[in-house]
């Protein structure tokens, strides 16, 4: 089981660990990429921007694939007990290692979760207290459903 998931640096590590909620949404290539141009013109000309860290998916299947309800148990099951390695993690969701091992490398992968290495061990670090998910259903109106599992 090799994790080619790029580590965080030790600054990134801490400035989410200052978050206390990730907001995930449903968005375009193109409203994300507008987003993007928006906050780096924000910040050419304020130096701050809104950072509230945000996950966006291009579709509400992709969303669904990533966010099932085992991954949400997951999510939860590693924030509530806190285990000290991915094995205990298995252990304490009553699932195979190989097949937590999997889930929590895509989670790392998107920023939902992150490792804490300790020599063979690593250690699976959920970095928010909520997690609020906002699925805008007529992106012409405005209008937005949200919902917070």
Known sequence: MTDTTPP???MEREQLRTESTLVVTVKSSSEFHDDITDGIKTLE????????????????????ETLTPRALELIEAIRREEPASINETARVVD???KNVHEELSRLA????IFFE????RK???????ELVITL???????DTATAAP
Do not use: A, C, K, N
């Open 95 to 97: 699932r195979d290692v």
């Open 123 to 129: 250690r699976p670090i959920v970095w928010f207290d």
């Open 117 to 120: 290495e300790d020599g063979q």
């Open 45 to 64: 000309q304020t130096d701050t921007v809104d950072s509230t860290p945000t996950l966006s998916f291009t579709s509400y299947d992709d969303l669904m």
């Open 136 to 142: 805008p259903f007529d992106p012409e109106t405005g």
């Open 8 to 10: 965080l640096h030790p």
């Open 109 to 112: 992968q998107l920023g939902i």
